[in-house]
């Protein structure tokens, strides 16, 4: 990987959830890459093995529950035994689920056959909150412990939906703004521990799970696809290498050592933009 600039982590311990998933990989070779020793999180085992297999002898894959207290706590035993104390945690476990996206963007009353706000499923939303908001809960109850003796550093991953909610998908949208306000009470509530807590809000990101929205089977793009990128105003959508520089200024304590309880948009422009 190619970093935009070079922090040194030599000694540090970095926990990614998520990490088997496109940003959170490349989060955690970035963090590989300057020295960290990496543990990833994920509940998809291969998916994890394959990126940790790629950073080599610096890094661990931890099949892990972010919704089971269990399995996380075997997580943080199984991190503390190959590798010592955590310094760094990445929540960046998270996502949407169809159970909670309508296909209309507005309501109206001829809308017959279309799944709207009053057909989502209860099941979805709650899976989508704790999906988002409990497992960074959860994660940080388990690995920040030792932090508070030690001092540390927790990056959140919130969302543009989380300034401004998003069309379709309402609790998405609601569970990343609470992941922004967690981000925020956790700086508080953290910071006579020396532990920073700061967010990343990616703006428009290609990834597994928005594709299909974004693209048609034949690659060509969506509706959807034109209005994103006609409200953001660098045109494009965000690449990975995009958030790297982000979260190593988050990660270097030297750098950003009186930074606490931001949640920093990395897009385009996008937040910036009023449409006119």
């Not at 509940?43 to 399995?71: F, M, Y």
């Not at 703004?177 to 290609?206: D, E, K, M, Y």
């Not at 299909?212 to 209005?227: Q, S």
Request: with cysteine.
């Amino acid at each position: 990987m190619k970093l935009p600039f070079q922090i040194d982590l030599t000694g540090k311990v970095a926990v990614v959830t998520g990490a088997g998933g496109v940003l959170m990989s490349a989060f955690a070779e970035a963090l590989a890459a300057c020295g960290a020793k990496v543990a990833l999180l994920d509940i998809n085992e291969a998916a994890a093995k394959a990126v940790a297999e790629k950073i080599g002898v610096n890094a661990i894959a931890v099949p892990t529950n972010c919704l089971d207290k269990q399995s996380i706590e075997a997580a943080y035993k199984t991190v503390t035994a190959k590798f010592g104390k955590v310094d760094i945690l990445i929540n960046g476990a998270g996502g949407n689920n169809p159970r909670a996206t309508s296909d209309n963007e507005t309501m109206t009353p001829d809308l017959a056959g279309a799944k709207t706000f009053f057909d989502l499923e209860e099941s979805g939303l709650k899976f989508v909150f704790d999906l988002n908001v409990t497992s960074a809960f959860l994660v940080t109850q388990v690995f920040a412990k030792d932090m508070v003796k030690t001092g540390g550093n927790i990056i959140n991953i919130s969302s543009m939906n989380a300034f401004r909610p998003l069309t379709k998908i309402p609790a998405y949208s609601a569970a990343k703004a609470g992941i922004s306000n967690f981000t925020q009470w956790l700086a508080v509530h953290f910071a006579p521990c020396g532990i920073r807590v700061n967010a990343i809000a990616p703006g428009f990101f290609v990834t597994n799970q928005n594709r299909g929205l974004l693209f048609r089977e034949d690659g060509t793009p969506t509706p959807r696809t034109d209005k994103i990128l006609a409200a953001t105003p660098q045109k494009r959508f965000g690449e990975v290498d995009d958030l790297i520089g982000t979260l190593l200024w988050l990660a270097d304590d030297g750098a950003s050592g009186f930074v606490t309880g931001t949640i920093i948009p990395v897009d385009g422009g996008f937040n910036a933009y009023s449409g006119v």
